[in-house]
């Protein structure tokens, strides 16, 4: 199947996918009032923190090592599954025994309230959830096994949107009940690749397969340290939108920006397809060319630029649309859309070049180009969350994310 074959099939199950997932954040947004869904905001931003971190970097790894093994033995690294569950297992119980005992501590440190402080403690047990989720995506990710990464997703999201459903017929909804369903429909679906892997671990030497698996682990974080703290400085680039408007801005503000923002990464599920199916495909022996992927880079961003014209159109076209379906009430949240819809296209257009960059194993200037978009972020998004408001926390959240973007495109083109 080919490169764009791959994506596509990727991206037709994703649309159903986040059409669920659609679904069910208009559900939310109806249901909750605007001080819970400021709650629900917090929750998943510090839950996909907590459980993105530095989990994100060991997953993206994996499928990377997973990949190139794969091609080269033609046969699945199961040692290596293995070895990756227990090591992100024992650091979550790390993170979990320094976070939980004070959550109140953090959010008054973090957010300057201690309201934040349940959402915290509840962020700690979805982290859990996500960890395992994303494991699971990155095994059947390595395999290039689509067809089931793809079902897994969609099942995840029917569960969630099942569960809310039997919350409400039986019960007031409210953050911490959703936050419930959510953790629970995460951690059914992972089981489906966990569980075999538990069975394998059964038959195998733990003791044997950490010694030899942990002087791969040393050796492959000795050469990609930087790849590493590039996905862990990254995720915290993502994050300091939402922290700073917990701590600067009303309950209002934030809830709007949390509807916004839901439907930005709706839309930049089309990105997840697309880095879904790149970074197996340049993570393979043959595909070390830097001049065949330089040609794909110009053919790429030539092609996106067309879906990034569309999107902008979209967006004035379904203006009554997304009020209707989101409520007056969060009428404001269709001006906080506007920046991230660029975003959205400079992710789509640019934003998969990365793969590139990784697969060249220029890490270092991946780590550095993100520092100083965090510096910009942080400067730009407090004033904006402290002196101005949740649009233009958009705005610098858009702006520092070109940062990164431009910064590494720029480098692929000149690239020799």
């Known amino acids: ?112 309230s201690d309201k934040y402080t349940k959402s915290i403690r509840l962020s700690l047990f979805a982290a859990f959830s996500l960890i395992l989720f994303n494991i699971n995506l990155s095994i059947l990710q390595s395999q290039e096994d689509f067809k089931k990464y793809n079902y897994t997703n969609l099942i995840k999201n029917l569960l969630f949107q099942a569960l809310l459903t039997l919350i409400l017929l039986f019960s007031k909804v409210n953050f911490e009940k959703v936050a419930f369903a959510l953790t629970i429909s995460q951690l059914i679906v992972s089981f489906y690749i966990i569980l075999p892997l538990l069975r394998y671990m059964k038959n195998r030497s733990l003791h044997q397969t950490f010694n030899r698996k942990w002087n791969l682990f040393l050796s492959y974080i000795s050469e990609n340290k ?70 794909f880079a110009i053919k790429w961003i030539k092609i996106t630029s067309i879906v990034g014209a569309i999107l902008i159109i979209s967006y004035f076209l379904f203006k009554d649309l997304y009020i209707l379906l989101n409520t007056p009430a969060y009428t404001y949240s269709y001006k906080i859309l506007f920046p991230f819809m660029f975003s959205v296209i400079q992710g789509i257009t640019l934003s998969p070049l990365v793969n590139i960059l990784i697969a060249n194993k220029e890490y270092k200037f991946l780590a550095v180009v993100v520092v100083f978009a965090i510096l910009f972020s942080c400067v730009a998004s407090y004033t904006a969350a402290k002196y101005g408001n949740a649009v233009w926390v958009a705005t610098a959240y858009m702006l520092s994310h070109a940062i990164v973007n431009l910064s590494v495109s720029f480098k692929v083109i000149l690239n020799r």
């Open 1 to 112: 199947m080919s490169t764009a074959k791959k994506i596509l099939y990727v991206s037709i199950f994703d649309i159903v996918s986040k059409t669920i997932s659609g679904v069910t954040t208009i559900f939310l947004i109806r249901i909750l009032s605007q001080e819970e869904y400021a709650l629900y905001t917090n929750f998943t931003t510090v839950y996909s923190f907590l459980g993105g971190f530095v989990f994100f970097s060991l997953n993206y790894s994996l499928v990377r090592i997973s990949a190139e093994y794969i091609s080269i033995h033609n046969k699945k690294p199961l040692d290596l599954y293995t070895f990756s569950v227990i090591l992100q297992l024992l650091l979550y119980l790390l993170i979990f025994l320094i976070v939980y005992p004070n959550a109140d501590l953090i959010s008054n440190l973090v957010f300057q």
């Open 226 to 295: 930087y790849l590493i703290l590039y996905f862990i400085l990254l995720e915290i680039l993502s994050k300091i939108d939402i922290f700073m408007l917990s701590r600067y801005s009303s309950a209002h503000e934030l809830a709007n920006y949390g509807v916004a923002q839901k439907y930005y990464y709706i839309f930049l599920q089309m990105l997840a397809s697309i880095h879904t199916v790149l970074l197996p495909k340049f993570s393979k022996v043959e595909m070390r060319d830097k001049s065949i992927k330089k040609r």
